[in-house]
């Protein structure tokens, strides 16, 4: 079975690589972005028809989230037109797509964790594109799962985590806000939820169970919903580090793109359909941090 892997030096595609590594039971082919830019359609035929996959998983993504505000053409061609291709292309050779998508597709106003099939309106064009790019998968390839995930962060990469780290080690004082909530996600625990559900899958198909339809959309993250004030004070306080952290509004630290304030994910849906294991937000942040 081969499971072709677009945005391979991406936080997810990286930690997907590490896995991959040590499964010799399948096959998997990854692709920077050179190799293979999903925004370009020939490119991408070319590679359905050369390795005539089993799945898709797209770790491609444009993530620059302020930045999308004003390179709203390049956002809108990555996240949303090419993912549409790429559903197409696995529609024509009978792929699976598993794609990735965000908690930004919700406006924050909620108070609980939001569930797969609440009512989308994000507040930024990074979410408006991420939707689009939902809404062109499922419509273009029945045969696709979403998963929507939050505060995403690795030992790779450009993350919360890092930033937090360098920050902490050159500063005495910094400031966190603390009035958005949502849940950081550690990479490789989604890597490994990833590839659970590509096993499951590929268990339905070849039982040719795939009878039931179910709504595409999932939702992961780790288990736990802070503040970003919260997650920096873990991170401060696991390395034992001495800088002070402040709690500050969202008002005092204005960025060009909205966030939504609230952005919990309800998981027990992808926990129940693929037996996912969902580790605790501090357990998995000590992990990472030992990795690092
Ligand atoms: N990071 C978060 O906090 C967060 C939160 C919620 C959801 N997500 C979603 O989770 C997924 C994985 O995110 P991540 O944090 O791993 O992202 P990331 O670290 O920013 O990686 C994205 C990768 O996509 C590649 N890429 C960009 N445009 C491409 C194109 N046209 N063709 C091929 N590759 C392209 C980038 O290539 P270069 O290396 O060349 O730039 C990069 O390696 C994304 O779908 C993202 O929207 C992330």
Same mark, same amino acid.
């Given at each position: 079975?081969?499971?072709?892997?677009?945005?391979?030096?991406? #936080?997810?595609?990286?930690?997907?690589?590490?896995?991959?590594?040590?499964?010799?039971?399948?096959?998997?082919?990854? /692709?920077?972005?050179?190799?293979?830019?999903?925004?370009?359609?020939?490119?991408? #035929?070319? +590679? /359905?028809?050369?390795?005539? $996959?089993?799945?898709?998983?797209?770790? +491609?993504?444009?993530?620059?989230?302020?930045?999308?505000?004003?390179?709203?053409?390049?956002?809108?061609?990555? !996240?949303?037109?090419?993912?549409?291709?790429?559903?197409?292309?696995?529609?024509?050779s009978n792929t699976k797509l598993i794609h990735i998508s965000t908690d930004y597709v919700f406006n924050g106003k909620g108070t609980s964790p939001y569930k797969p099939d609440d009512k989308t309106?994000?507040?930024?064009?990074?979410?408006?594109?991420? %939707?689009?790019?939902?809404?062109?998968?499922?419509?273009?390839?029945?045969?696709?799962?979403?998963?929507?995930?939050?505060?995403?962060?690795?030992?790779?990469? !450009?993350?919360?985590?890092?930033?937090?780290?360098?920050?902490?080690?050159?500063?005495?004082?910094?400031?966190?806000?603390?009035? #958005?909530?949502?849940?950081?996600?550690? +990479?490789?625990?989604?890597?490994?939820?990833?590839?659970?559900?590509?096993?499951?899958?590929? %268990?339905?198909?070849? !039982?040719?169970?795939?009878?039931?339809?179910?709504?595409?959309?999932?939702?992961?993250?780790?288990?736990?919903?802070?503040?970003?004030?919260?997650?920096?004070?873990?991170?401060?306080?696991?390395? #034992? %580090?001495?800088?002070?952290?402040? $709690?500050? $509004?969202?008002?005092?630290?204005?960025? $060009?793109?909205?966030?939504?304030?609230?952005?919990? %994910?309800?998981?027990?849906?992808?926990?129940?359909?693929?037996?996912?294991?969902?580790?605790?937000?501090?357990?998995?942040? !000590?992990?990472?941090?030992?990795?690092?």
């Open positions: 079975m081969t499971i072709l892997v677009s945005g391979k030096n991406g #936080q997810l595609g990286k930690e997907l690589q590490d896995i991959a590594s040590a499964d010799s039971t399948h096959k998997f082919v990854f /692709f920077d972005r050179e190799e293979l830019n999903i925004a370009d359609k020939n490119v991408l #035929q070319y +590679a /359905f028809e050369n390795y005539q $996959p089993s799945f898709f998983i797209n770790c +491609a993504a444009y993530t620059a989230v302020d930045k999308a505000e004003t390179e709203q053409e390049q956002a809108y061609l990555i !996240n949303a037109e090419a993912v549409g291709n790429i559903a197409k292309q696995c529609q024509q309106d994000p507040v930024n064009y990074y979410g408006y594109t991420k %939707l689009l790019g939902e809404q062109l998968a499922i419509n273009n390839n029945p045969n696709t799962n979403i998963i929507r995930t939050s505060w995403v962060y690795s030992k790779y990469g !450009n993350n919360f985590v890092k930033t937090m780290l360098r920050l902490m080690k050159e500063r005495k004082e910094i400031n966190v806000v603390n009035d #958005q909530r949502g849940s950081p996600t550690y +990479a490789k625990d989604l890597a490994e939820a990833i590839l659970e559900i590509v096993d499951s899958e590929q %268990l339905t198909v070849n !039982n040719s169970l795939l009878t039931t339809h179910r709504s595409p959309i999932y939702h992961f993250s780790n288990e736990g919903i802070i503040s970003w004030y919260d997650f920096a004070v873990a991170i401060k306080d696991i390395k #034992q %580090l001495d800088c002070v952290v402040n $709690p500050i $509004p969202t008002t005092s630290y204005p960025t $060009p793109a909205k966030r939504p304030a609230y952005s919990g %994910l309800d998981k027990t849906k992808i926990a129940n359909t693929f037996n996912i294991h969902l580790k605790d937000w501090k357990q998995s942040l !000590n992990e990472c941090l030992r990795a690092l």
